[in-house]
């Protein structure tokens, strides 16, 4: 089969871009030049019934060609439209926010229908794999896939600042758990850097605790890898996540990892991370002292943290999803 034919029958579909949500545009963008397939980026967001039926009528002109839906855009397999179908799951929290009917719609539109109606399903981790299994009796393989490292972050030491050490913190979304961590260090002389917007009850509550509160939004990726750079310590103590690529972009800088001891994140984690139970304030709080006071330990979380990120490498990663690709081509 020549190389253009199968470059161009395969098509990848990327949802719009948001400031606020770009995890599954940057681990695909990241895939991308190991793929060897058209990239496709959906005209219009998921939100209102319209958006929905012009991305729908967006893809019809590709219903012979292999479809890869990299994610979130679910809907758009809930009708048998397409003949071969690829669809990645990053995750099922959006069933969790939701109740009643609009939960019952939700799930059909997201998950149920586009499962039964995909030939092949990938997710990204082992922890995803079960949660889908738990929405229904779907009679499908579903292949773990994991997350690559999309920042080029290599190991960068830096002389851990004991006295005042600088927490750096993902996140804002209500599952990354911020109110909780500015209970946990309080009494902590450190700087807390937090990346994303705060409600202005968050911050309201951070001069209350005291804590030495930055907060950056809006960052480049050369400005988020700075942050990871001049940090001593993520904090990464979510209280749900399908993945975590925060975890494994710290541990690719060589920095000590706090994170949760529930869902996908000891399983990313691997050995190079110190898990506490991110419902307890007391545990976070007991976590982020032990590193700043434990050298030894911190050392050797870092240490392992920088052989775990070997098992996401993007070239492996990208070589999963060609193979899936040429099953479907023959």
């Known amino acids: 089969m020549p190389k253009n034919f199968f470059v161009m029958k395969i098509k990848l579909i990327i949802r719009e871009s948001s400031p606020e949500f770009n995890s599954i545009e940057k681990v ?83 998950y149920d ?7 092949v399903i990938t997710t990204i981790s082992e922890f995803s794999k079960k949660e889908i299994e738990s929405l229904g009796n779907y009679k499908k393989i579903i292949k773990v896939i994991p997350n690559p490292l999309t920042l080029p972050l290599t190991y960068e030491p830096k002389v851990f600042n004991v006295q005042e050490p600088r927490i750096l913190h993902i996140g804002t979304k209500p599952n990354k758990n911020v109110s909780r961590l500015l209970d946990a260090v309080m009494g902590i002389n450190c700087s807390l850097v937090v990346i994303g917007k705060l409600s202005e009850e968050l911050i309201i509550k951070a001069k209350e605790n005291q804590v030495n509160l930055k907060i950056r939004n809006n960052l480049s990726n050369v400005e988020v890898m700075d942050e990871y750079r001049e940090a001593d310590i993520l904090s990464f103590v979510s209280t ?91």
């Open 28 to 110: 695909f963008n990241t895939l991308l030049p190991y793929l060897e397939v058209e990239k496709k980026v959906l005209p219009f967001s998921c939100h209102g019934l319209w958006n929905k039926v012009f991305n729908f009528i967006s893809l019809h002109k590709f219903r012979n060609d292999i479809i890869h839906l990299s994610g979130h855009e679910h809907y758009l397999f809930a009708l048998p439209l397409f003949r071969k179908s690829i669809l990645t799951i990053h995750d099922i929290e959006g069933v969790y926010r939701l109740k009643g009917w609009r939960k019952w719609i939700f799930k059909k539109l997201w």
């Open 113 to 119: 229908l586009p499962i039964r109606n995909s030939e």
């Open 240 to 330: 749900y996540e399908g993945f975590g690529l925060p975890i494994i972009e710290a541990q690719a800088v060589g920095r000590v990892v706090l994170t949760a001891n529930i869902t996908s994140m000891p399983e990313v984690a691997g050995d190079g991370a110190l898990l506490v139970d991110p419902y307890s304030v007391q545990d976070i709080h007991k976590g982020i002292v032990r590193l700043i006071e434990e050298e030894h330990y911190r050392d050797q979380l870092i240490k392992n943290g920088l052989n775990n990120i070997k098992r996401f490498n993007v070239r492996d990663v990208a070589e999963k999803y060609k193979e899936i690709y040429k099953e479907l081509t023959v």
